[in-house]
């Protein structure tokens, strides 16, 4: 891999950063610190500024009006997208396309009419409702949720936990059970809409991460028709993986791009900040917790990079989407904890958006698969072998 960037690489992510700079972080300064959406007006504007720089909808195939960028590019601007205190739940005014998007690109020609065209206008929210209350860790085997065909309809029952967006959204992808005796191979992809009978969202589950929430769904005798299949029957875990593996690319370079700002505050605050008439920036202790934050966030990148050159060329790139995962999620987490700590009582007030990061950086380490899984799957991969 060919760490020097292009010409068209660097001419991108300077356009990136000007605009996080110039034009987000001073509109944060003025919000409450754990808010995650701008005024509507504010956000329209930042909307059409990204549409200009030719950067709206990264995740969209230039087939469908995306802009045709590469994804060591893409992750790229994802480092430098979420270089402000809103940057790990940023609504990203467009640049990614979000949850459940991606999986319609292969969707027959009706459901691309009534689902992927209205949402790509922005007419339409969708949401990605895989995980449930047993366990989202193994969604192949937790899956509990279950399609039983009725004539040319399907019956679904079951709850979803821990999904994003779905009170908000007009439809989405629901994943059930559709063959008890195949596993992973007895899941198939529904797409449903949220107004239909049966659909009701249980409850709003608040945690950590500011502002952000997830939601539970439950769904009684939820009918669904043929039409409304993502897929073929009974192979929609092939759907929902491909997600899980790729996303975790981009997952894990907003991380980065958290530490890298944290870091850069911790810098400049060392410098000027003195104690027992030295600056902070002359205590080996500092130093040393410096050194540590760029060795993290050096490995943590060239990993994510690595990861993504090798999807940019069409390689296996499983095993080095979960390395960038595992080691971004747990290093910026190390990282934003050292620039607290330099930062002392400053650093946990609101005031900062250290408290904000090191909240949101911990359920890092469990979103997009938990960091243990990362580990079982790369063990797998090492050892050649199925482990259980």
């Given amino acids: 891999m060919d760490l020097q960037l292009t010409e068209e690489q660097t001419m991108v992510v300077d356009m990136v950063r000007r605009f996080v700079r110039r034009e987000i972080v001073p509109l944060e300064d003025k919000l409450d610190p754990d808010t995650d959406e701008l005024p509507e007006e504010d956000h329209g504007r930042l909307v059409a500024m ?55 690109f292969e969707a027959n020609d009706d459901q691309k009419q009534r ?38 309809d399907w019956v679904i029952n079951g709850q979803k936990l821990w999904i994003s967006g779905a009170d908000k959204a007009d439809y989405g992808l629901l994943f059930a059970r559709t063959d008890s005796d195949k596993g992973r191979s007895g899941i198939t992809c529904f797409i449903v809409e949220t107004d239909w009978p049966g659909f009701h969202v249980r409850r709003i589950v608040h945690t950590l991460r500011s502002a952000r929430y997830a939601t539970e769904l439950q769904f009684t005798d939820l009918r669904v028709p043929d039409a409304n299949i993502l897929g073929e029957v009974n192979k929609g875990f092939a759907i929902a993986n491909d997600r899980l593996s790729r996303q975790r690319i981009p997952y894990a370079a907003v991380c980065i791009g958290v530490a890298i700002k944290a870091h850069e505050l911790a810098v400049e605050y060392a410098k000027i900040r003195h104690t027992f008439g030295a600056p902070l920036a002359s205590r080996q202790a500092i130093q040393w917790m410096l050194v540590d934050n760029e060795i993290d966030i050096e490995t943590s990148r060239w990993l994510t990079l690595v990861a993504a050159d090798k999807a940019r060329r069409g390689d296996p790139f499983r095993k080095e989407a979960g390395l960038a995962k595992l080691v971004a ?52 991969d090492i050892l050649g072998m199925s482990l259980r």
């Fill in 329 to 380: 999620t747990e290093a910026g987490g190390r990282v934003v904890d050292r620039c607290m700590q330099i930062h002392g009582g400053l650093g946990v007030a609101k005031d900062m958006p250290f408290e904000r990061w090191f909240r949101e950086m911990r359920i890092r380490r469990i979103g997009e698969g938990p960091n243990e899984v990362q580990r079982h799957i790369i063990a797998r």
């Fill in 115 to 152: 689902y992927l065209y209205p949402t790509l206008r922005g007419e339409k929210k969708v949401f990605f409702g895989l995980s449930e209350p047993s366990g989202g860790s193994d969604p192949a085997r937790a899956i509990q949720t279950r399609a039983v065909r009725d004539g040319q």
């Fill in 50 to 104: 990204v549409k200009d720089m030719g950067l709206y909808g990264l995740d969209i195939p230039p087939d469908y009006g995306g802009p045709d960028i590469d994804m060591v590019t893409r992750t790229l601007i994802a480092i430098e997208m979420s270089q402000h205190r809103a940057g790990l739940y940023a609504p990203c005014y467009g640049v990614f396309g979000g949850a459940g998007l991606a999986q319609l």
